[in-house]
Structure formats: C-alpha cells, structure tokens
C-alpha cells in the first residue's frame, strides 16, 4: 500500500467514497420516510428519531459488546419513536407535521441526555468489506471500503420498490396512503396501517442513526448530526416517493457533501460551505419548477399533507 | 376563534357561567396540557431518582427568584419573542413555517455587514440602518416562501427549512470568505463592530434593548392580527383559504405580507444578537434560536401577547440549567427533554377542544 498521487483524480475518487459513506444515513432515513409518506402521513421527528438511534445504538453496543446488537437496539428505539408518532396523529385535530417537531425536539434531548456518559467509551465498529483488493493504490482501497449496512440499504431499496410494486401489502399502504376515502370502502383502516408504517419508518431511522454512531464519523457525540433526519424529508420529495430513486438521491446527497472535503484535499478550499448546500438548493429548485398551486406534485400520495 | 355566535345574538343580557366558559377554553386547554406536561417530566425525574421538588425549586430560583435571576431571564427572551413571532405570524393564515433560523442568521451577518461598512457613522443613524438591513434580509428570505408557496404551490415547511440550510452554508461561506475579519483566527468572524454600533442595556438593568424591541413587536403583530382589518382578513383565510378566496380577499398578498413580517422579526433578532451579544457575525448566530421558537409560538397557539409569557416562562427553564447542572447533577439536555415533552403535551392537547360539554355554548335552550 503506498500513497500515490492522484492529482485531481482524487476528486472523484473521494468523492465516490465520500458518496458511499456518507449516503447510508441518508439511504435509510429516506426509506423509512418514504414508507411513512407512502402511507399518507409525514414524519418530521426522524431527525430526533436519528440521533436517539445513533445514542441508543452505540450505548448499547458498547455495553454489550457487539455492533449487531446496538443495530438492533436502534431500530427497536426508532420503531418505539415512530408508534408514537403514529399513535398521536391518529387523533382528531392533531397535525403530524406540528408533532414530528415537537418529537425531533423531544428525541434529540432524551438522546443528550441518556448519552452523556457515552461520550468517550469506545464502541465495537461495525464491519466493512473492502471492494478495493485489486487496486494497490491506497485511495482506491479506501473509497472501495463498503460497510455492510449500506449493502444492506441496496438489498432493501430493490426490496421495498418490489413491494409497493407487487405485493398486496404495498398495494394496501399505496391505497391508504392515495385515498382515505378508498381504503376504509376496501375495508381497511388507515390509522392502523400508518400506524405500521410510521413505526417501521422510526425503525430504518434508527438504524441510520446507527451507522453514523457505530461506523461514519464512529463515535457519539453531539454534533454527530448534521441535520440528515431533516433531509431526509425533502430527499423523499426530491425522489418523487419512490425507493429507488431515494437510492440515487441518497448518493447524491452524499457526493455533494463530499465533494467540499475532497476539493479540499487538493487544495481547493474556497466554497466549501456552497457545495455542502448544494443538495438543499436542488432539492429547492426542484420543487419550485415542479410544483404547481393548482395540483398536487406528481406521484405525491394523495393523502399528504405537504402536498395537498 | 369563532365560537358559536347565536346565543350572543339573541341573548346579549344573559351572563353567566355558561357564557364565560367558551371563551376560557383557548386558556384552560393550553394550561391544563402545560400542566399536564410538567407532570409528565416529573414523572420521568422521579424514575430517575431525581426529586423533581427540587428541579422546580431551583428553576424558580434561577429563573425568577429574585432581581438578578429575572435580569438573567429577560436578557433571554428577546430572540424568542422575535422568532416566535416568526411562526406565528404566518400560523394565522394556516402556514407552518420553521425555518425562522435562516432569517435570524442572514437578518445577523446583513446587520454585521452594514455595521462594518458604517464604521464611524453616529448611532442615531448606523444603528436604524442596520436594524433596517436585518429586518428587510429577513423579511425578504421568509417572505419568499410566502410568495413560492402562492405562485408555485411550493410547501411552505419543506422550503422554509431548505431555505434555513441554504442560509447558515451562506453565513458560513461569507464568513469564512468575503467577509471574513483577518484578524479572528479561531472562528472565522466579519470585523467587530464600532462600539458606536453595539445596541446598550436598559437603564439600570442587565438587560438589551432587544427586550423592548421584541415585546413591541408582539403587541404589534397582536394589534395588527386583532383589530385591523388586514388582521381580520387573514383570520378568515387562515380559517378556509377557499373562502376567502370566494370572498375576493387579496390571500396572496395576505400571505406574502404575513410571512415577510414574521421574517423582518426573525432578522431583527439577528440584529440584536450581533449587535447586542456577538459583536459581529459568525457560526453562534446559529443557535437554534429559531427552533425554540416554533415551541413557544405553538404554546401561545399563534397569539403574539401569549407569545410574552410563553417566551418568558422558557427563557426562564433556559436560565437555570447551569445552576441545574451544578446543583441535581443531571445534564444540560435536562431542559430539552422539558421543552420535547411540554411541546408533544400541548400538540396532543389540540385534539380535546371541543371535547367538554361545559366549553361549547348552550344555543338549544334558548326558551
């Protein structure tokens, strides 16, 4: 292994791996989000949902030694969160975009708090494969390191698209989520399915909390956040409510925040903080020459707050 | 808002319980869900082994015990009651904005930037022109979401909160860049300002004058919401957009005006914090200022005089977590978990109005 010099091919190598790493958190967050979406109700507290699973996970996998277990405790955690949220928006009045920052609030103090003692023990990391062993060069075989999760991710992008596709419980949460109107004739009840899918979307948020804890940046602290739980909501618009797309979007999302780091590395340092909100501005730009004040976006689940 | 009207009509003489109670309903709810709140993190306090006697004991005494902690209360409350506003403002016409921080740290570095560029200039005229520079960043940044929200559809929430990333990478960028005081080496700040330019303290008192700013901005917005017609106008299209729209009330306009002035109030926040606190602009403005004030302006459920003792009662939580800290040995999150679950109690609380018979008007047993 020997540091070779790239020259500006660094840029795009780091910023493949800077995509990789860093648009796990963002891959499962917009999957849990779209999922809740998906069913007519949208979550703003993922950011809370996030950053307790980030807490929770590295607490419990340094205290009980294993990677996997924290995961696990995370989307237990995340899965607990979204119920709530679940549960109180079913009541008569209360609006889920008020509660999800009210639980965004409430997720990031109890995780400050419970975390504290966290802050400087060191937790097991989860593992990684390396993609890189045909390459000797060292940035190649770093960029190339790929955490399992975000494996994971992919498996569960081709997966979720396939179930809103063709199986009858996608179909169930696409009814709920299009037209409440429609689902209760169908016999269904809408509270309980979005129910299901705001507690299922809490759990994917905190497994991406998780992967931020236990592998990139890999410790708790917190400023481990940095506002990816929110993001995650206007990348769920941006990829038009559809996994795969949310696949992509993450990718971007996450090249875009490291192509600051990456220029920087070769010694462009100057609009560093620009590129970092290049997401924001094209996900704004997006919606500004997409929408129209006359009908809902397109492919929006017909229930949906935002877009109604 | 609008209770049920008849029996006013037809018995105007009659003034009893039954009458009181409906309009009590607005202040009985929110204060039983605060109350119920408070109950709940005691609850959790007391699973933790923590007397909650004590927490509420030391956040009185920290936050309004005696003359020096209510000083260190009020120097709080002036962003609060600014970016509160901010929410509020437009929560009347049904918009639910909460990206007040964006205005708060553009409404800072524009006051830092003209201050800069007014070095030497007298206070009575430097200070307005500042003030003014935040308050028109602010109100055009939240404005514009009014206006994209009308001409575009575009969702006010989504973009409000884009537009508040957009506008801290721009602070920051500008900070670090154009901006940028060489001299301040550790944080990237713009040059400090003349301290003909620093905004002072009460007489007498440790507290800025953005104090008085904020709460002559509230009874302001409350005059404009309660007894103008502009007011009245954007209560009904606040009530049914539709309706209003019917009615050929100018609801675009409406929008627009209502988010630029809840934006003016987030710059003039900024304003204060620079000009007052900071001394110039760099990464503190983002302070999270904005998001407190989403709690508080929902507290007061979007009415600007509730909004004072709403912002007041926080600042006040805010004020003792040091001693807090020290004292109970719990963690400076303590008053964040505070605030999550007052914030859930009073959202969830929305759900029973309506709910007790003793709350809605009698019409039926009219003789």
């Known amino acids: ?308 | 808002m609008s209770t049920g009207t008849p029996t006013e009509l037809r018995a105007p003489e009659r003034r009893g319980i039954a009458d009181i109670a409906p309009r009590l309903e607005p202040l009985i709810i929110p204060i039983g869900a605060l109350l119920g709140g408070l109950l709940a993190f005691s609850v959790f306090l007391v699973l933790l082994g923590k007397s909650p006697v004590d927490f509420f004991g030391l956040v009185y005494k920290a936050g309004f015990g005696t003359a020096f902690s209510w000083q260190n209360t009020l120097s709080r409350v002036a962003p609060l009651l600014l970016t509160a506003l901010c929410v509020a403002l437009p929560a009347r016409l049904g918009l639910v904005v909460i990206g007040g921080e964006g205005a708060v740290v553009l409404g800072g570095l524009a006051a830092a930037v003209v201050g800069t560029a007014l070095s030497g200039a007298p206070t009575a005229i430097g200070i307005p022109l500042m003030m003014l520079a935040a308050m028109l960043i602010g109100g055009v940044w939240i404005g514009a979401v009014g206006a994209l929200r009308i001409r575009r559809g575009v969702n006010e929430t989504i973009s409000s909160l884009l537009m508040a990333y957009i506008a801290i990478a721009l602070l920051n960028h500008l900070v670090e860049g154009p901006f940028r005081d060489p001299a301040s080496l550790n944080k990237p700040s713009t040059a400090p300002l003349d301290p003909a330019l620093r905004v002072g303290e009460l007489p007498g008192m440790d507290v800025h004058w953005g104090f008085v700013a904020g709460i002559i901005a509230c009874i302001v917005a409350w005059v404009l919401i309660e007894r103008t017609t502009w007011g009245f106008a954007a209560r009904i299209a606040g009530g049914n957009i539709r309706a209003a729209q019917v009615q050929g009330l100018p609801v675009g306009r409406l929008i627009v005006c209502f988010t630029a002035a809840g934006g003016a109030c987030a710059g003039l926040a900024g304003f204060f914090e620079v000009s007052a606190i900071h001394g110039s602009a760099n990464g503190s403005l983002v302070s999270g200022y904005g998001y407190t004030g989403i709690l508080i302006a929902f507290l007061a459920r979007h009415n600007p005089l509730a909004i004072i003792p709403v912002a007041i009662l926080l600042s006040g939580f805010e004020a003792s977590s040091g001693l807090i800290q020290r004292r109970m040995d719990l963690p400076d999150a303590t008053i964040l978990v505070l605030e999550g679950i007052v914030f859930v109690a009073i959202l969830v609380s929305e759900t029973l109005y309506g709910r007790f018979r003793i709350f809605t008007p009698r019409a039926e047993e009219q003789p």
């Not at chain 1, 790493?21 to 499962?28: G, K, M, Q, W």
């Not at chain 1, 509270?191 to 905190?206: C, K």
């Not at chain 1, 997006?286 to 006359?294: E, R, W």
């Open chain 1, 1 to 308: 292994m020997n540091e070779t010099d790239l020259g500006l091919w660094a840029v795009p190598l780091a910023m493949i791996g800077g995509a990789i790493r860093v648009s796990t958190p963002f891959l499962f967050v917009s999957l849990g989000e779209c999922l809740t979406e998906r069913s007519g109700r949208i979550n703003l507290g993922l950011e809370g949902t996030l950053v307790f699973g980030a807490m929770s996970g590295y607490a419990v996998a340094y205290e009980s030694g294993s990677a996997w277990i924290g995961v696990l405790a995370a989307a237990l955690a995340g899965m607990l969160f979204g119920f709530f949220h679940g549960w109180v928006c079913k009541l008569p009045k209360v609006n889920d975009i008020a509660i999800g920052i009210a639980l965004m609030l409430l997720g990031m103090g109890l995780a400050f708090f419970f975390g504290k003692p966290y802050v400087q023990p060191q937790a097991p990391d989860l593992p990684a494969i390396s993609f890189g062993w045909w390459s000797d060069i060292s940035q190649v075989q770093a960029a190339l390191q790929v955490n399992v999760l975000f494996l994971i991710g992919i498996v569960l992008t081709v997966a979720m698209g396939w179930m809103f596709r063709t199986t009858r419980i996608g179909l169930i949460v696409r009814v709920v989520g299009d037209s409440t109107d429609a689902a209760r004739s169908m016999g269904l009840n809408p509270n309980v399915v979005r129910l299901l899918a705001t507690g299922a979307g809490g759990a994917l948020a905190g497994v991406g909390g998780a992967y931020l804890s236990l592998y990139y940046p890999g410790s708790w602290n917190e400023g481990l956040s940095s506002g990816q739980g929110l993001m995650a909501v206007a990348l769920v618009i941006f990829a038009r409510w559809s996994p795969v797309n949310c696949f992509w979007a993450a990718l971007l999302f996450g090249g875009a925040g490291a192509l600051g780091p990456a220029l920087q590395s070769v010694g462009i340092s100057s609009g560093y903080y620009l590129f970092y909100a290049a997401p924001y501005v094209l996900t704004l730009g997006l919606l500004i020459a997409t929408s129209s004040p006359n009908r809902a976006l397109e492919s929006a689940p017909g229930e949906l707050s935002i877009t109604k």
